[in-house]
Nanobody, 126 residues
Framework: QVHLVESGGGLVQAGGSLRLSCTAS????????LGWFRQAPGKEREFVAA????????YYAESVKGRFTISRDNAQNTLYLHMDNLKPEDTAVYYC???????????????????WGQGTQVTVSS
């Protein structure tokens, strides 16, 4: 089973950029669909972005489309989320998640993922 660790969070001003990383340990990283979710205080965890295990498809929440980019480097066992034009409403703890091997689905539901990282805080000041 894969183990996930996020990094790259921090404090940034509105309009700024951050790149989150999610490094996986374990074998066969390339067979997992991967996603990013976020949870703001008092709110449910919500889908942000996902990439299929084949890397051929990416998915984004409407609120981040055009500003965030998800990518993966299978050789480095790392998932990325590049975030541009950040807004105060992007403030949340960001989690990466991995699906079952070779999973194919909508990728937007929390129940489609088996393994979660511990999260990294992103704070956007106005």
């Amino acid at each position: 089973q894969v183990h996930l660790v996020e990094s790259g969070g921090g404090l940034v001003q509105a309009g700024g950029s951050l790149r989150l990383s999610c490094t996986a340990s374990g074998r066969a990283f390339s067979v997992y669909a991967l996603g990013w979710f976020r949870q703001a205080p008092g709110k449910e965890r919500e889908f942000v972005a996902a990439i299929s295990w084949s890397s051929t498809r990416t998915y984004y929440a409407e609120s981040v489309k055009g500003r965030f980019t998800i990518s993966r480097d299978n050789a480095q066992n790392t998932l990325y989320l590049h975030m541009d034009n950040l807004k105060p409403e992007d403030t949340a703890v960001y989690y990466c998640a991995a699906s079952k091997p070779f999973y194919s689905g909508t990728y937007t539901g929390r129940d489609e993922y088996d393994v979660w990282g511990q999260g990294t805080q992103v704070t956007v000041s106005s």
